[in-house]
């Protein structure tokens, strides 16, 4: 791609299902995308979030101005492409500043087939999604832009809504892939992809586990076969209401007494497996820089988050898990909203986070997580070792 006058550049408009449009410039591929809109403040980081599996079936704005300045590279993707149903930034970068960058975004969003729009005002459409909630929406360009306003409004109406969704499936490896440990090994690890990034894959190798990525339709004696030490639950897209399956499999794991570790959609399904409800919030947690308090120390954690539904939990002390796992309590608050942030099981090896412990992109204050389950792990071990 070579870069052009501002004359020069195809049209675009975004269209959200309230009838609102923003008329701008086509930025990566051209054509139609449709999904829900929501948007993140992060300043930093926009390859990691095009690369978070999480963010499929989501058109991203970016509140953050100017994007693109130092284009992508092969080193910080967080999963095998970009997983964005489309894109929304103000003033893309036409020239590439950095000695790792490969390529300018663009290119990158092209190769992929992202279509996106560029030039609108997104402090006025991140304005309208804060105050009436996320929407769904589409952006289109080529051809597509010079459809009725009638027609591409129809289009937008007729998308499905995120509730409801299940998008396990479409995020997931197809087969197992298995990482080594680092260090002295501690045992077998399995990991449930719903839409893991690499560089929690890397972090739970780190703490010494050989982690076993597997398919998000694995069963419990696909578990059992690997003869784990523990599972984890990743961070993934759509509506945890609708991941019957993955709730059940959790339950066998947890009466089976496997220790287990769950971020973001882990934590909503962790909540469910307890017995407790989900809900969708407004506009969602998406950014580097959501403060969270740790009520077991009292410390404040600045973490970075991405998601749309959050469980439905007393803030304040200890309650029975509906489903008979014992004593569970909230673990981590949301400091903007009071929103659960984290659950733990007290009488059984479990615990859980709403946010990214792995921070690519963002802060490292949550990252002690991972030795928090390392430990948690080991002790368990310990203990059947004492009753063996």
């Known amino acids: 791609m070579t870069p052009t006058s501002m004359l020069d550049r195809d049209l675009a408009v975004l269209v959200l299902e309230d009838g609102s449009r923003y008329e701008g410039y086509a930025f990566g591929a051209r054509g139609t995308t449709l999904g829900e809109v929501v948007f993140t403040t992060g300043m930093t980081g926009y390859q990691e979030t095009l690369t978070d599996p999480s963010y499929a079936g989501q058109i991203v704005l970016q509140t953050a101005p100017h994007i693109g300045n130092t284009g992508v590279n092969d080193e910080d993707p967080e999963s095998r492409r970009i997983w964005v ?44 999604i804060r105050n009436d909630g996320s929407m769904r929406g589409g952006v289109f360009s080529g051809e597509a832009a010079v459809l009725s306003a009638d027609e591409q409004l129809a289009a937008v109406r007729e998308a499905p809504e995120m509730s409801g969704q299940n998008l396990s499936a479409e995020v997931s490896v197809a ?20 839409g893991i990034k690499q560089a929690t894959v890397n972090n739970l190798a780190l703490r010494g586990f050989d982690v076993y990525v597997m398919p998000q339709s694995s069963t419990f004696e696909d578990i059992q076969a690997i003869d784990p030490v523990a599972l984890f639950y990743s961070n993934g897209p759509g509506d945890p209401s609708a991941s019957d399956g993955h709730v059940e499999l959790l339950q066998s794991a947890l009466k089976a007494g496997l220790p287990y570790f769950g971020i973001c959609f882990g934590n909503q399904l962790f909540g469910r497996a307890l017995g407790l409800g989900t809900y969708k919030l407004p506009f969602g947690h998406r950014g580097i820089n959501q403060p969270v308090r740790d009520k077991a120390t009292g410390r404040v954690e600045i973490t970075a988050q991405n998601h749309g539904f959050a469980v439905e939990a007393p803030i304040e002390g200890t309650f029975d898990s509906p489903e008979g796992f014992g004593r569970v309590e909230v673990s981590h608050i949301g400091l903007n909203d009071q929103v659960v942030e984290g659950l733990k099981a007290l009488d059984i090896p479990a615990f859980s986070v709403q946010y990214h412990p792995e921070a690519a992109g963002g802060p490292n204050d949550a990252n002690y997580l991972f030795d928090r389950f390392r430990d948690l792990v080991i002790e368990s071990l310990s203990k059947k070792g004492a009753h063996a």
Not at 93 to 111: G, I
Not at 175 to 194: H, S, Y
């Open 85 to 128: 149903e489309g894109y929304i930034v103000r003033d893309p970068s036409r020239v590439v500043s950095n000695w790792r960058a490969k390529e300018p975004l663009e290119e990158a969003l092209e190769r992929d087939g992202i279509v996106g729009i560029s030039g609108v005002d997104t402090r006025a459409i991140t304005r309208r």
């Open 175 to 194: 087969e197992t892939e298995i990482t080594p440990a680092v260090g002295e090994k501690i045992g077998n690890l399995a990991v449930i992809d719903l």
